[in-house]
C-alpha cells in the first residue's frame, strides 16, 4: 500500500489526509499544534465558538470544494448576509459597499476626490512610468483618493509595508475590483463574483469556522488516516532509498516510512528540515522571505451584542487593529445569552513590542482603538484571551517573486515531495484555495505511489489564477 505522510493539519492538509484515505492510501498526518485547523481553527471562548480573525467560506468556493464541506457540515452549513461596516474618515459605511449607503454616508471631500480622479482617469493616460508596484497599480487603477485614504493605510496596517514595496503581485491577488469603473460596476445588483445569487452573502458552519477542519479530521480519521497532534516535524529524508520523515513528540524522536511527503507547513521551513544540498542562492532568497504575523485579542463581554455587525474594518493607522469580528454574529445563534465576543486583529512583526505584551495591556489598546471609533465598551469585560499567530501572511515585498522562484524551483526537483497549502505556496490564499489544491494534489498520485509531475504542473497553472477574496 501507498504510503503518504502529510505534514501539517490546517484545511490543506486534513483535506489531503481525506481523500487520500478514501482512495486507499495509507495515510499520517503530522501537526504541531495540540489541535487541528491551522489558521482556520476555533476554540471556545465563555460558550462562544470563536475563529483564529474573522473567518467565512467564501461563495466563490468551487463546487467539488463546496460539496465537500456541505456533505461534511450539513445543515450546520450556513447561508449568512454580509454585514460589515468600514471606518473611513470619520464615518462609517456598510461593507459589502451599498449604493444609497455610499451617497448618503461618504465624507464629501472622499466623494470629490473620487470625483476628480473619475475625471482625471477619462483624459489620456501615458501610463506608469518606472518600476510597477502595488502602489503604482492601485493609483493608476483606482485613482489617488482611494488609495491615499483607504488602500495604502490598509496595506501599510496589514502587511507592514509601504505602499511602494509592495509587489504588484499584491494588487493583481488582492484587490477584487482593480480600477474605479468595475468597483462601480460591482455596486449593481447581480454584479456579485458568484452572480446575483450569491452577491452579499457567505456560508458559515453553525459551531464556528473551524468546524469545518473539525469535520474533515473527523472523517479522514474515519476512512483510517492517523492524525499526530503535538508532533513537530524535525527532519524529511528523501535521499536514501527509503524516504523516512522524522518528529519530535513528548521529547521522544519518531521515524515514520513514507512514499511520497505532502507538505503543508512553510515552504520556508523546508530547506532546514530535508536532506537535501541547498545550493547558496537558494538559502539567500529563503531568508529573503518572510511572513507577517497577527496577535488576536478575544473579549468576553458582558452583554447580548455588541453592534449588530459581523466584522469592523479599520484602515486608518490610529487604530491599531484591522479587523473586529463578533463571531456570534456570524452564526445564527442566540447562545450564550446575556455574553458576546469581540476578536480584535492586530498584524505586527515577531520583534514588535505588540507581539508580546499581556493579555490586559493589548485589552486595554482595544478598548482605547474602539472608543477613537466612536464605539466605547460600555459592558464589563469578563475574560481575555489572546492567540499568537507566527505565520499571518507571506510578505509580498517588492522582488520576493524571484526569492520565491528560487525557492520553489528548488522544491520542485525534490523527488518524494510536494509542497502546497497557503504556507506551501507562500501565498494568501483562502480555504477553498486550499482544500482546492489539496484535492488537486491527491490527483496527481499515481497507483504506483509516484506523483504524475505533468499533471502536478498544470495544476500549480491553475492556482496561479485564484484571487483572494476577504
Ligand atoms: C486573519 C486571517 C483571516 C482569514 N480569513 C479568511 C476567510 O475569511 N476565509 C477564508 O477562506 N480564509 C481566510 N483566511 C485564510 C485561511 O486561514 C487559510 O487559507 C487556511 O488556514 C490555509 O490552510 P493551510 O492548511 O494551507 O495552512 P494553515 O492553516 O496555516 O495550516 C498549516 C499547518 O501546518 C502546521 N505546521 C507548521 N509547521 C509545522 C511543523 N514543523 N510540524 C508540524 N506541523 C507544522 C501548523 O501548525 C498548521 O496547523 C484567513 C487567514 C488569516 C490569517
Known amino acids: 500500500m501507498t504510503e503518504v505522510t502529510v505534514l501539517g493539519a490546517g484545511p490543506a492538509g486534513l483535506a489531503a489526509a481525506l ?16 489541535q487541528v485547523g491551522g489558521n482556520a481553527t476555533s476554540f471556545d471562548f465563555g460558550g462562544i465558538n470563536v475563529d483564529y ?54 465624507h464629501p471631500r472622499f466623494a470629490a476626490g473620487v470625483g476628480i480622479d473619475l475625471a482625471r482617469k ?16 492601485l493609483e493608476k487603477g483606482l485613482g489617488k483618493t482611494i488609495c491615499s485614504e483607504f488602500y495604502f493605510p490598509y496595506a501599510r496596517k496589514i502587511w507592514g509595508l509601504a505602499p511602494d514595496q509592495i509587489s504588484p503581485i499584491q494588487a493583481y491577488k488582492r484587490v477584487s475590483a482593480g480600477s474605479i469603473g468595475k468597483m462601480l460596476k460591482r455596486l449593481l445588483p447581480g454584479s456579485g463574483s458568484g452572480g446575483a445569487s450569491t452577491k452579499g452573502i457567505f456560508y458559515y458552519p453553525r459551531h464556528g469556522f473551524g ?19 503535538g508532533a513537530n516535524v524535525s527532519e524529511i529524508r528523501l535521499a536514501g532509498p527509503d524516504r523516512q520523515v522524522l518528529y519530535e513528540q513528548n521529547g521522544s524522536t519518531h521515524t515514520l516510512a513514507t512514499n511520497q511527503v505532502y507538505s503543508t507547513i512553510p515552504v520556508t521551513l523546508l530547506t532546514q528540515l530535508v536532506d537535501a544540498p541547498v545550493p547558496a542562492e537558494v538559502v539567500t532568497a529563503t531568508e529573503a522571505l518572510g511572513f507577517r504575523s497577527m496577535v488576536l485579542v478575544y473579549l468576553l463581554l458582558d452583554q447580548d451584542r455588541f453592534t449588530e455587525y459581523d466584522a469592523h474594518y479599520f484602515p486608518g493607522e490610529e487604530f491599531p487593529f484591522t479587523r473586529i469580528s463578533e463571531t456570534k454574529n456570524y452564526s445564527d445563534r442566540s447562545e450564550p445569552a446575556g455574553r458576546t465576543s469581540l476578536c ?23 478598548s482605547a482603538g474602539l472608543a477613537r471609533a466612536g464605539l466605547p465598551l460600555t459592558a464589563k469585560i469578563l475574560d481575555v484571551q ?34 502546497f497549502g497557503r504556507q506551501g505556496l507562500y501565498v494568501h490564499d483562502n480555504t477553498h484555495h486550499a482544500i482546492f489544491m489539496a484535492q488537486a494534489a491527491v490527483h496527481c498520485l499515481q497507483q504506483d505511489g509516484t506523483i504524475d509531475t505533468a499533471a502536478w504542473h498544470e495544476q500549480r497553472r491553475i492556482f496561479e489564477k485564484h484571487v483572494v477574496e476577504d
Open 19 to 34: 481523500e487520500l484515505a478514501e482512495s486507499g492510501v495509507g495515510v499520517t498526518v503530522i501537526e504541531r499544534q495540540q
Open 53 to 106: 480573525g474573522s473567518h467565512r467560506l467564501h461563495p466563490a468556493s468551487p463546487p467539488q470544494v463546496l460539496e465537500r464541506i456541505r456533505k461534511l457540515l450539513g445543515e450546520d452549513l450556513l447561508t449568512r448576509p454580509r454585514h460589515g461596516r468600514i471606518r473611513l474618515m470619520g464615518r462609517w459605511i456598510h461593507f459589502p459597499l451599498r449604493p444609497v449607503d455610499l451617497l448618503l454616508r461618504m
Open 122 to 137: 477619462a483624459l489620456p493616460s501615458s501610463g506608469i512610468h518606472g518600476t510597477e508596484t502595488f502602489a503604482s497599480i
Open 211 to 229: 468546524q469545518i477542519c473539525t469535520a474533515l479530521h473527523e472523517a479522514a480519521v474515519n476512512a483510517g488516516a492517523t492524525v499526530h497532534l
Open 344 to 366: 480584535a486583529e492586530m498584524p505586527c512583526f515577531l520583534n514588535d513590542a505588540i507581539w508580546s505584551l499581556s493579555g490586559p495591556e493589548l485589552a486595554d489598546h482595544v
Open 386 to 419: 489572546v492567540r499568537r499567530i507566527a505565520h499571518a501572511y507571506p510578505l509580498f515585498s517588492t522582488g520576493y517573486e524571484q526569492h520565491f522562484a528560487l525557492l520553489d524551483n528548488w522544491v520542485d526537483q525534490l523527488d518524494g515531495l510536494l509542497s
